[in-house]
């Protein structure tokens, strides 16, 4: 009997201890340190949760039971994905917890991380304040206000439940026919290098004392950032949209490498490769910079994201030969794949890969280790469903008055006024009758560019905003008639009297190659409409761009020339420069070529012979100030 009572007892002690070894997860204790929760949780990993880790795919092939039988570690809202038209907050709160919910009802409870493309703030929300293009924000040259700019975005970002997003392009444009040069803060590394202050006001500031190089996330009101697109993205060949960049070493570290070095000093989270190649080499597969360069050299301990089906634009034609592109570009180093869609072919070819032994289990656990450190950095595993404490930043006023602020300060004034006729600007608020024209007059779509809403945009009003139209007739005396007309013919413009005329044109909305141009000129019909209002009328025009444009030989029509870059939702930035409650400050942040027959030509360059030089823009003194001198 004592002798039984005994076995009892030292089972139910084995049964015990074996409870509280089951019961206590290091992982899941916010107490211990990083280091020993990511060992506790990779010991704990099969091969199959450890491949779902290291798979992003969209929402719109994702379900919570997908997420939860394939251990899926990412989703994303890809360019325009989202879960209704005009999704309120709550809408996305509801559907990213609904993914969440799927990843951690899985053996292990390990969170997902969804990302989405908040470049110029969270654009593809409807109701968001959307900010100035980076190609805008490069002419204020102003660190702290980009920092600010990215504080707000991680407010609205996090009010959709969302904790990770795509941005910044950190991208060096060396050529405007480049799609993607409008997300590209300027041709100058050092002003790109200044921009990454974005950094820390979507993460957070780093504190002092904090480990060199290494990732930093500020709790639950900011999100993971993402440097992108490692590395020459905008300086392929004629700016053909992934391309290739033919460049040496030196000028690569010169150029290119920079905000990279800046962006992993703020504790930048995520690098993103680019699309394109260097030296005729695609970046997905290049081992010496992504591992070699980005993680020995620099000690970048983020993780390294693939770019939306990087992997399947590795062999020309695309997706021909998808084990060899899996297999080189996770032994090149990519730690996470943005498929968005392909993703159980990717997770059966990476299976069969390790288990084949031709990628070694190092460097799975290498993927894994940096994805679970960010997850945790981020505190997911403490707080993975989001709440709708956030709710009311969508949009706010807040943010809505910096975004204003951003557009005065983003303005570029390159022409005022011609022959001895002295200024024209700033404009008289009080006049009899004045004429508003153009394509971009009166469309928020126009006015906001690529990435807003849809990934390549669209004219019209697409979502809520200010249009110069709208901000003009709110800002004139209350009995200056304000005449709209989108493209007046010379009858009706004869016919009227007007005071002056203000002339909104530009390109139309675009993104990435879509954006690929050979002769940069804005749409029609600008130039007819540029031709005949300021034949008729003393004109301002004002152009809405993602890059400088042709405007020879209109430019002695115009009396003055403003380039509005591609502002966003706050037009009214726009009409307190031009009527003078705000003097123009902006000075370009990109050379304005002649004709496109000079590119590429970036100052510095032996045949540099600009219309307008970098760093050239005229000011102009508001007009309280003036009436005080």
């Known amino acids: ?24 997860l290091k992982y899941k204790d916010p107490k211990q340190p990083l280091s020993d929760r990511i060992k506790d949780l990779m010991r704990r990993m099969t091969l199959e949760e450890k491949i779902g880790q290291m798979t992003q795919i969209d929402r719109k092939y994702a379900s919570p039971e997908i997420v939860n039988k394939y251990f899926i570690g990412s989703l994303l809202s890809g360019g325009g994905s989202m879960p209704a038209p005009k999704a309120s907050a709550e809408t996305w709160i509801n559907m990213v917890n609904g993914f969440q919910k799927g990843a951690l009802s899985t053996r292990l409870g390990i969170p997902m991380i969804y990302g989405i493309d908040a470049v110029h703030g969270h654009n593809t929300v409807y109701n968001a304040t959307i900010f100035p293009h980076n190609v805008g924000l490069g002419v204020t040259r102003d660190p702290e206000l980009v920092k600010k700019i990215g504080a707000a975005t991680a407010l609205e970002v996090r009010a959709t439940g969302i904790p990770y997003t795509f941005a910044p392009c950190i991208a060096v444009c060396r050529d405007p026919r480049w799609g993607r040069c409008f997300e590209s803060y300027s041709e100058d590394h050092k002003i790109v290098q200044a921009m990454t202050e974005i950094i820390p006001g979507l993460q957070g500031d780093l504190p002092t004392n904090y480990p060199n190089n290494f990732p930093f996330i500020n709790g639950r009101t900011k999100v993971a950032a993402c440097a992108k697109h490692f590395v020459a993205d905008g300086g392929t060949i004629n700016g053909i949209n992934e391309n290739n960049t033919v460049i040496d070493w030196n000028d690569l570290l010169r150029i290119h490498m920079p905000a990279y070095l800046d962006s992993i000093r703020k504790g930048v989270a995520t690098v993103m490769i680019s699309l394109s190649s260097l030296n005729g080499m695609k970046m997905h597969v290049n081992y010496d910079l992504i591992t070699g360069y980005l993680k020995k050299k620099l000690k970048f301990k983020g993780f390294v994201i693939s770019d939306s089906e990087g992997l399947d634009k590795i062999t020309s034609p695309p997706h021909a030969n998808y084990t060899y592109s899996v297999q080189a570009s996770i032994l090149a180093g990519i730690d996470m794949v943005l498929l968005p869609e392909k993703y159980i072919e990717f997770i059966d070819d990476l299976t069969l890969l390790v288990k084949k032994n031709v990628i070694p289990m190092s460097r799975i656990d290498d993927a894994v280790e940096r994805i679970l450190r960010i997850k945790f950095i981020l505190g997911l595993f403490e707080n993975p469903i989001a709440d709708l404490t956030l709710v009311d930043q969508i949009g706010s006023q807040e943010h809505r008055e910096l975004a204003r602020e951003s557009v005065r300060r983003s303005l570029v004034l390159l022409k005022n006024g011609k022959n001895h006729d002295g200024p024209m600007l700033p404009l008289p608020k009080k006049a009899p009758k004045i004429l508003v024209a153009g394509s971009h007059a009166h469309n928020i779509g126009n006015q906001c560019g690529g990435w807003t809403i849809e990934w390549h945009g669209l004219p019209g009003n697409i979502t809520i905003g200010t249009t110069i139209l709208t901000a003009v007739r709110n800002v004139v005396d209350p009995l200056t008639e304000v005449v709209y007309s989108e493209n007046p013919d010379r009858n009706f413009l004869k016919s009227n009297n007007f005071s002056y005329g203000i002339v909104v044109v530009g390109e139309l909305p675009y993104s990435e190659s879509v954006g690929d141009s050979t002769n940069l000129t ?43 870059w591609l502002p966003g939702t706050e037009g009214q930035g726009v009409s307190d420069v031009l009527f003078g409650d705000y003097g123009f400050t902006g000075k370009l ?22 219309l307008f030089p970098f760093g050239y823009g005229l000011t102009t003194i508001p007009i309280e100030r003036k009436a005080t001198q």
């Open 589 to 610: 942040a990109r050379t304005w070529f002649k004709t496109v027959d000079q590119l590429p030509m970036n100052v510095g360059d032996p045949h540099y012979d600009p």
């Open 522 to 564: 804005i749409a029609e019909p600008g130039y007819d409409t540029i031709t005949n209002v300021c034949e008729y009328v003393k004109c301002v025009v004002i152009i809405m761009s993602g890059r400088p444009v042709v405007i020879e030989p209109y430019l002695p029509k115009m009396e003055a020339l403003v380039a509005a």
């Open 1 to 24: 009997m004592g002798m039984a009572s005994l076995a009892l007892r030292m089972m139910i002690l084995a049964l015990f201890c074996f409870w509280a070894e089951a019961e206590y």
